[in-house]
């Protein structure tokens, strides 16, 4: 841990703390660098009494599926994937403002009933600091689902995060924040799957011509490109 400042390595011992304290965890991992980072360093204090489990969906592109699913064997993380259906909830499907809430409520029922099938004690997520203030009505289904956010909890920020996972030799240490596909399509107007589909093709098309960062807006027969 060389080249740390003292207060990041502080942060990391009440981190590691607070894991083995935890004694056993399903991390629900999306394939971001604070998820990412939360399954690592669980791996390393806790090894397969932490699981790692990445949510597969319509809205998740399958570039990101296909990274986290060889990022998972490159470090070996006790890591399982599974389906979740939030598309067909017509809470979610009608895209209100609080859609993230009815998408982190899906996700956790299926950890909560992963973690009581498997014997772990706590289920958790990616949330940091820095996550705080922000719009984030997937928190309050955390809060419901008495999920925990170890990261918060050791007061790591975001930029912490980051240079954790470069030292750990992470790939997703500058990994972009990364939001579902849905997001790019407009509060009140429906998700669909095709809707989804076709932003998938759009951005897959534009990343194959040499673009990292792209989100094409569904806007009906007009789509607005954000590079």
């Known amino acids: 841990?060389?080249?740390m400042s003292p207060e990041v390595l502080e942060k990391v011992d009440v981190l590691k703390n607070i894991l083995e304290e935890m004694g056993s965890l399903v991390i629900g991992m999306s394939g971001g660098v604070d998820s990412v980072l939360l399954a690592y360093l669980a791996s390393q204090v806790l090894g397969v009494r932490a699981l790692a489990v990445t949510a597969d969906s319509p809205s998740l592109p399958r570039r990101e599926l296909a990274e986290t699913v060889l990022?998972?064997?490159q470090f070996g993380f006790n890591?399982?994937?599974i389906q979740t259906a939030e598309v067909s909830d017509p809470r979610y499907s009608t895209n209100p403002v609080n859609r993230c809430y009815y998408?982190?409520?899906e996700l956790f029922d299926h950890l909560d009933e992963i973690a009581r099938k498997g014997n772990f004690r706590w289920v958790c997520y990616g949330e940091n600091v820095d996550d705080q203030g922000d719009h984030r009505p997937g928190g309050i289904a955390a809060q419901e689902h008495k999920v925990r956010a170890p990261l918060k909890?050791?007061?790591l920020t975001k930029d912490d995060i980051r240079t954790l996972a470069q030292h750990f030799g992470?790939?997703?240490w500058n990994k972009p924040a990364m939001a579902c596909l849905a997001s790019r399509i407009p509060y009140g107007s429906m998700i669909t799957?095709?809707?989804l589909g076709a932003v998938h093709a759009a951005e897959r098309a534009l990343s194959a011509e040499g673009f990292s960062q792209v989100r094409v807006r569904h806007h009906g027969s007009v789509a607005r490109i954000e590079v």
């Open 1 to 3: 841990m060389s080249g």
């Open 71 to 73: 990022l998972a064997e």
């Open 79 to 81: 890591h399982q994937l």
């Open 103 to 105: 998408c982190k409520n």
């Open 153 to 155: 909890e050791a007061g």
């Open 170 to 172: 992470l790939p997703v």
């Open 193 to 195: 799957e095709e809707k």
